[in-house]
């Protein structure tokens, strides 16, 4: 990674290079009707603290939005022609574990929401399908379901991928295209007459540019003050465990979504579980101690009182991460700025940016060169809904 821009002048400069900044970034360089000079600004450049170092890499098509399910299939469909999209040899497939994610329901309330949604699922093409309790205990007779309704359970390109090829092979990509990386952090957001006019780097540089890429993942807000904004983006803390189970399980967990809110599933040989700390505040972005007791008091009870044969676990590994988290609707922020021309988002993602990243990163390349989304159309997550009707999307892990 450059230590300081090529150039004066750019005509698009992203602020962010991890997934989202290096979505775009390929996405653009890769688009037969760009031919201009992108430059990405990452303040980290070892990425150990970005939300993409610490995601879980999960894929589904359960969803209450369906522009989120659509969202989800195309990238389904990405990852599986991965090394045709690269379009270089030394490309290596994506390593995927589809086995599932599978949501229970312990009320009527939620039940009928878990069935609407699988109706709605099942209208655009996905896999998901409703298990009624018996159902569910023939299927997985290791989980105690006295206090279960039913589950919705989808099988079809549902589990978990590897998200890292993705963004080392955009990222990789989007140089050998011509895109240089930076490291260093945008400090302020310039404009005149409502127009973009560039960027001044922490280590002094100016750079002008007429269109800012805001992709700064949980710092999102951070960097829209810088232009005047207000979005509603925030760091809120998850916690992930890795463990090893005494008591292996006969088969491949999928990704259960508990009523409780932990989730858990197979990872290899052992098994992965995560939690949200109640309370839930923002945190400073740079704060990622793990959250004291989670584990202990909360997330294991909860575990091993829906799979008793996981009383006794080993804890192999333990981090805190971020979700870039929409306090509006839980739903992305893409597209641009209805006042400040040439600010652009790709934002506020709450938990399943990995998975949107091919979708929205290519969406928003297209909307750069063209003005308008041509393959998919993502203005129904664009800013202007802020200001109205909250479009809440209910399966937020």
């Not at 970034?25 to 031919?35: I, Q, S, V």
């Not at 890795?242 to 809110?261: F, I």
């Amino acid at each position: 990674m450059q230590d300081r821009p090529r150039h004066n002048s750019y005509d698009v400069v992203i602020v962010g290079g991890a997934i989202m900044g290096s979505a775009v970034a390929w996405f653009l360089a890769r688009h037969p009707g760009f031919a201009g000079r992108v430059l990405v600004v990452e303040r980290d450049p070892s990425y150990e603290r970005c939300s993409t170092a610490h995601t879980n890499s999960c894929m589904r098509q359960q969803f209450s939005d369906p522009l989120n399910v659509r969202v989800s299939q195309f990238a389904a469909r990405y990852i599986r022609d991965f090394q045709d999209e690269i379009g270089d040899t030394r490309t290596p497939p994506v390593d995927t574990h589809f086995f599932g994610y599978l949501y229970l329901a312990a009320d009527a309330a939620r039940a009928e929401a878990l069935i609407a949604d699988q109706q709605m699922q099942a209208g655009l093409g996905a896999g998901t399908r409703i298990l009624e309790r018996d159902e569910l205990a023939a299927e997985f007779p290791f989980m105690a379901l006295d206090d279960i309704v039913l589950g919705s359970w989808g099988t079809v390109d549902e589990g978990y991928f590897d998200g890292g090829t993705l963004f080392e092979w955009w990222r990789r990509g989007a140089i050998a295209r011509g895109v240089e990386y930076v490291a260093d952090e945008v400090v302020a957001v310039e404009q005149a007459a409502g127009r973009i006019t560039g960027v001044r780097l922490k280590g002094g540089v100016h750079v002008a540019c007429p269109i800012v890429v805001n992709a700064a993942g949980p710092r999102a807000g951070l960097v829209a003050a810088m232009a005047g904004i207000k979005l509603p983006v925030e760091p809120r803390k998850r916690m992930t465990w890795v463990v090893e189970a005494a008591r292996p399980l006969p088969r491949a967990l999928p990704l259960t979504v508990d009523p409780s809110g932990v989730h858990f599933r197979s990872d290899g040989g052992f098994y992965m579980i995560g939690a949200t700390p109640d309370p839930d505040p923002a945190v400073d972005p740079d704060d990622f101690a793990e959250v004291p007791g989670l584990w202990e008091e909360f997330a294991w009870p909860a575990l091993a009182g829906r799979i008793p044969q996981f009383d006794r676990l080993k804890v192999v590994a333990s981090w805190a991460g971020h979700y870039a988290y929409n306090t509006f609707d839980q739903n992305a922020v893409i597209g641009p700025h209805p006042e400040v021309s040439g600010f652009l988002f790709i934002n506020g993602f709450s938990g399943h940016g990995l998975q949107q990243a091919p979708a929205m990163g290519r969406g928003l390349a297209e909307w750069i060169v063209t003005g308008r989304y041509e393959s998919l159309d993502l203005s129904g997550f664009g800013f202007e809904r802020l200001s109205g009707p909250a479009r809440v999307e209910r399966a937020v892990i």
